[in-house]
């Protein structure tokens, strides 16, 4: 299984931004998707997160900013970023809990993909 994320770049502030992240492979299915982020000299933290039925959860630091969406035909999760500031700036992984058979799981990560915002 691989998670393939793109759609990282350079963005002034106040601007808007598109991640996605596809896996591939050989799977049952896909539980929960998500998005992480590490800016330099922090630990990895929580953006948002979606299930395969399309709850969604937010850190409190986007909300009302990003906007998290899968197609699960695609085995696709996107992450809409509006309104970017400065401290936005990291890189962004996803995630995705995937079911290689009925029973059993695991967490892949995606390589990661650079948000820079610019003041």
């Known amino acids: 299984v691989q998670l393939q994320a793109s759609g990282g770049g350079l963005v002034q502030a106040g601007e808007s931004l598109g991640l996605s992240c596809a896996a591939s492979g050989s799977f049952y299915n896909i539980r929960s998707m998500g998005w992480y982020r590490q800016a330099p000299a922090k630990q990895r933290e929580l953006v948002a997160t979606i299930s395969a039925g399309g709850k969604t959860t937010y850190a409190d630091f986007v909300k009302g900013r990003f906007t998290i969406s899968r197609n699960n035909a695609k085995n696709t999760v996107y992450l809409q970023m509006n309104s970017l500031k400065p401290e936005d700036t990291a890189v962004y992984y996803c995630?995705?809990?995937?079911?290689?058979?009925?029973?059993?799981?695991?967490?892949?990560w995606g390589q990661g993909t650079l948000v820079t915002v610019s003041s």
């Open positions: 995630n995705a809990n995937v079911y290689e058979d009925m029973w059993s799981g695991s967490a892949y």
